[in-house]
């Protein structure tokens, strides 16, 4: 992936994997219809005639509206998983993401106060984990998604072992 | 002060106050008690509100002749048992709670003991201290008690709440804690000896500025607004001769009260105000009715804010505000102890952020500071957007901007309400630039630093990409060095004496010192 203008230079972005894009798109499939469905159901009611007192302009274009909007999140969807990436540095970690809105972060090893690896089932099924940092600061965002299981778990213990070694308080 | 306490950990705390503190590190089976009477003060709203209800009844009956239902014939004694065993059952378990919490200062740690049928051990390590609190709600003060809260980096609840002690323990309390988590040795003479840290008043708010504080606030606008539309649909309404005035009247109090409540807490929180500096951090006084005096040892403010509201443009007065970690986002007296410096000309701010920032690590100090208080463009050394920034924010381009000291980042934004957000670089959590899609446009992006958890966000809003990718890198540099230069949790570890006297570099800045008084 070309390097964006946000990016600090001399990075080389380790990618999450490309699987965590099918495990989005699930997730994003099942929230789709579920969102979809239920902006329907005036359309659906005005058409079978239990409603028919209900705009019809206004019906069509909640449930069209919705499924375009949907349908939109889903195209970008691999765009965004491959916008994801991580590089460690000596002293700290940078975490990017987006595409619209893109973001970097810098984590110093010194400041997390924990580190958590979730996997979620769907996430399980493909091998994939989730790394989280925690800084003192709320702020700090700081999620890896989609890393492969073995990936993750050496993350967590180089994470740890680094921050112990430069550990500083608050 | 400083006679042996007497054996035995069941020494009740009324039976000599001044005596039952933990000046010497507690053994392991020695506790002690809160005051006796805290409960009352505690529980004094419980007891209010069944005042109320039946005193209501009662007192009504006196009016209406009629005889009170509960007291009515036959009654009266089943009234009676409800009464008492509503009391029995209130004071009964303020009672229990009381005796069944119990705390004590070893030389490391505070642990208290409290709950009845769930029991809770707590303990927390001293030097860990983020801030410690003596509050003195009114009901205290006649009493003569006071609340001591130990704030560790728990953003929000606090660690240990001491509810209440007589004043004077507290205060002695509050000593001990500070003097053992500073890591200062003791005179080896008399090693139970505990001498409060000298204090050097800083600056003290008159009540005339208060008061202008208050009038110049938002409520202020609020009302004149509020006045402006009442006014305005009088004369419409006059005019097309609708009876509507009653109505515009009567949504004229809920907004009256807003404005007045808005004015109360403007002037409780800042009335008495006095800012003091000693070796053991900042001390903040300030309270009408409830009197608090906060301390916050060196090193625990992790970001500052100096706002000013548009209306006190006037009068050039600055509002700072803290991030300190143990103090958090607490609804609890809505921000007022995240507070620095309520109210205060712009000698005061540099007075109070001189005390944050002993060394602003600039050789103009005033000259840096002031630009970020009131500059725009490139004064005092800032870097502000670039022009073509000027779509994203017309107003604010020439004032958006940052400066870094060897000590601090300065983030400068805002035009009608500037703001001003400094943050050590030692304190430096994380850092993350965003970029949306209008910002890559034209070719910038902002810097968020993340702190912890309190009124402080500090943001340098749309630098040029190449500059702002620079600052990110240097700062994250800059963070790790001084991360390693820091100062040491326990503040006076490496310092030979103690007390000494307080740190006149501390009011450098300023470039005023202030007599010593105690």
Redesign the interface.
Same mark, same amino acid.
């Given at each position: 992936m070309r390097s964006e203008p946000i990016d600090p230079e001399g990075i080389s972005w380790i990618r999450i994997s490309p699987k965590f894009i099918t495990v989005q798109l699930i997730g994003w499939a099942i929230g789709a219809v579920i969102v979809v469905a239920l902006a329907s159901v005036p359309l659906v009611l005005l058409l079978v005639g239990v409603w028919p007192g209900f705009p019809a302009w206004l019906a069509w274009t909640l449930s069209v509206g919705t499924l375009l909007v949907n349908l939109w999140m889903g195209v970008l969807i691999p765009r965004q998983v491959r916008a994801i990436g991580y590089a460690e540095r000596d002293e700290d970690l940078l975490i990017r993401r987006g595409i619209f809105f893109q973001r970097v972060m810098v984590v110093p090893y010194g400041r997390m106060q924990y580190v958590d690896v979730a996997v979620g089932p769907l996430e399980r099924a493909f091998g994939l984990a989730s790394v989280k940092l925690h800084t003192a600061s709320p702020q700090t965002n700081a999620a890896i998604p989609g890393v492969p299981a073995a990936e993750a778990a050496r993350l967590r213990e180089q994470l740890s072992a680094r921050g112990q070694a430069r550990l500083a308080g608050l | 002060m400083t006679e042996p306490l007497g054996p035995g950990p069941e020494v009740p705390a009324s039976s000599a106050p001044t005596r039952d503190v933990p000046l010497v590190p507690d053994h392991e089976d020695r506790w002690h008690r809160v005051h006796p009477i805290s409960p009352l003060v505690r529980g004094w709203l419980a007891l209010a509100a069944i005042a109320y209800f039946f005193g209501r009844d009662w007192f009504e009956s006196i009016f209406s002749g009629e005889p009170v239902w509960l007291l009515a014939e036959g009654r009266g004694f089943v009234a009676g048992a409800i009464l008492l065993g509503v009391l029995l059952l209130l004071v009964g378990g303020f009672l229990l709670s009381w005796w069944f919490t119990r705390y004590q200062v070893t030389r490391e740690h505070v642990r208290v003991n409290s709950g009845i049928v769930f029991r809770q051990h707590r303990q927390a390590r001293l030097d860990r201290v =983020?801030a410690i609190d003596v509050i003195q709600p009114l009901l205290g003060r006649i009493f003569g008690l006071a609340e001591l809260k130990f704030e560790v980096?728990d /953003?929000g609840e606090s660690a240990v709440r001491l509810a209440y002690l007589p004043l004077a323990s507290a205060q002695q309390l509050r000593a001990t804690i500070l003097a053992r988590a500073s890591g200062a040795e003791t005179d080896p003479e008399h090693p139970d000896e505990i001498h409060e840290a000298p204090e050097h008043p800083v600056l003290a708010i008159t009540a005339p500025r208060v008061v202008g504080a208050a009038l110049l606030s938002g409520s202020t606008a609020a009302l004149v607004i509020m006045v402006l539309v009442i006014g305005t649909g009088f004369a419409v309404g006059h005019a097309l001769d609708w009876s509507s005035s009653s109505v515009i009247l009567s949504a004229l109090v809920p907004g009256l009260i807003a404005v007045l409540a808005g004015y109360w807490s403007v002037f409780t929180t800042a009335y008495n105000f006095r800012a003091a500096v000693s070796p053991d951090g900042i001390r903040l006084r300030y309270g009408l009715l409830e009197t608090r005096a906060q301390t916050v040892p060196p090193g625990?403010v =992790?970001a500052v804010a100096v706002t000013q509201p548009l209306l006190w443009r006037f009068k050039d007065w600055y509002r700072i505000k803290v991030n300190v970690?143990g103090y958090g986002v607490s609804a609890e007296n809505a921000g007022a102890r995240t507070t620095l410096l309520p109210v205060g000309s712009r000698e005061d701010v540099m007075q109070m952020l001189a005390l944050v920032l002993p060394d602003p690590g600039t050789e103009d100090p005033f000259g840096v500071f002031g630009a970020g208080l009131a500059g725009k463009d490139n004064d005092g050394g800032f870097v502000t957007s670039p022009r073509r920034a000027r779509w994203l924010s017309f107003l604010t381009w020439r004032r958006n901007g940052f400066a870094v000291t060897r000590t601090a980042l300065l983030a400068r934004s805002g035009r009608l309400w500037r703001s001003l957000a400094v943050v050590p670089h *030692?304190?430096? =959590? !994380?850092?993350?630039? $965003? =970029?949306?899609?209008l910002a890559?446009r034209l070719?910038v /992006?902002d810097l968020?630093l $993340?702190?912890?958890?309190g009124p402080v966000?500090p943001v340098v809003y749309q630098m040029d990409?190449a500059t /702002?990718?620079r600052l990110?890198?240097e700062q /994250?540099?800059r +963070? +790790?060095a001084a991360?390693?230069h !820091?100062l040491p *949790?326990r503040w006076l570890e490496h310092q030979p004496e103690y007390p000494g006297q307080p740190d006149q570099q501390a009011v450098g800045l300023a470039g005023q010192e202030q007599d010593e008084q105690h």
């Open positions: - | =983020q980096a /953003a625990r =992790q970690a *030692e304190r430096t =959590q !994380s850092m993350a630039l $965003h =970029q949306g899609p890559r070719r /992006a968020q $993340h702190t912890t958890m966000r990409i /702002a990718r990110f890198d /994250a540099a +963070a +790790a991360r390693r !820091s *949790e």
